[in-house]
DNA sequence: TAAGAACGTGCGTTATAATGAACAAAAGAT
DNA sequence: ATCTTTTGTTCATTATAACGCACGTTCTTA
């Protein structure tokens, strides 16, 4: 369903429905029943829309399942995950700063 | 505009509009309205039944913006952030512990 | 802990996508 | 040449895409 990878990409990339909304120009309520499925059937302007500021191709949007994440590397990390790494980026923290991170709680559990 | 492009494909496989309309089961006035412009945001369900009779992708009919790709540094997952990211979930690092680091780091951040 | 903002959802309304006739013009047949 | 069938169009109607606003909840900021 076309819910599904609008609100993967969405998340994706650390928007809020109501920021996508309004960056492409359409109405939130709509966009909640769309990623919800309540609505399957937009047109191609709303697609367009939302696309241009998800930036992906429309493909990505319409694609059936099957060949959109086979082997995908971003596919691989799941979704809480994704909503992190975007947070991360956005705050601000440096990659040695995430680094220092990673050796100490690889050092922590070597101590049990 | 996407009405020249379904006549163009229809046409050079010698369909009529009433027989693509019948095949893709849609109603042969709002095809004829599409053809020439005078409806232009079709559903996607609309036209992905009159590709899958015309035979082509769906970018075929679409394809007036596909150049419309600039991938945006901020909002698109960094490269190297997603190698640091798969060794993290790969180490055994929760999310809880990563999400105290990033509470954490943002705090730090404001006390500047 | 209270106030305020931002989040997503529910709902009534509007705009328009999409339909099913019935129609005139053109093509094809007898 | 008239009759028949097929073509694409017009028009009224129905279905639903898309919207704006208000509401309850969940984060923030003080």
Excluded: C, H
């Excluded at 492409?24 to 499925?37: P, Q, T």
């Excluded at 059937?41 to 696309?51: G, T």
């Excluded at 399942?65 to 995950?81: F, G, K, Q, R, Y």
């Excluded at 923290?93 to 070597?110: A, G, I, Q, R, T």
């Amino acid at each position: 369903m076309i819910g599904a990878r609008v609100r993967q990409f969405r998340t994706a990339r650390g928007l809020t429905m109501s920021e996508l909304a309004d960056r492409a120009g359409v109405a939130k309520s709509y966009l909640s029943a769309i990623e919800r499925d309540l609505q399957t059937n937009p047109s191609i302007q709303f697609i367009e829309k939302i696309a241009n500021v998800l930036d992906v191709d429309i493909n990505a949007l319409l694609k059936d399942e099957a060949a959109t994440n086979s082997s995908d590397e971003t596919a691989a990390l799941d979704e809480e995950w994704q909503k992190l790494i975007a947070e991360a980026m956005e705050s601000g923290v440096s990659k040695e700063e995430f680094k220092d991170f990673l050796e100490y709680n690889k050092w922590k559990l070597k101590q049990k």
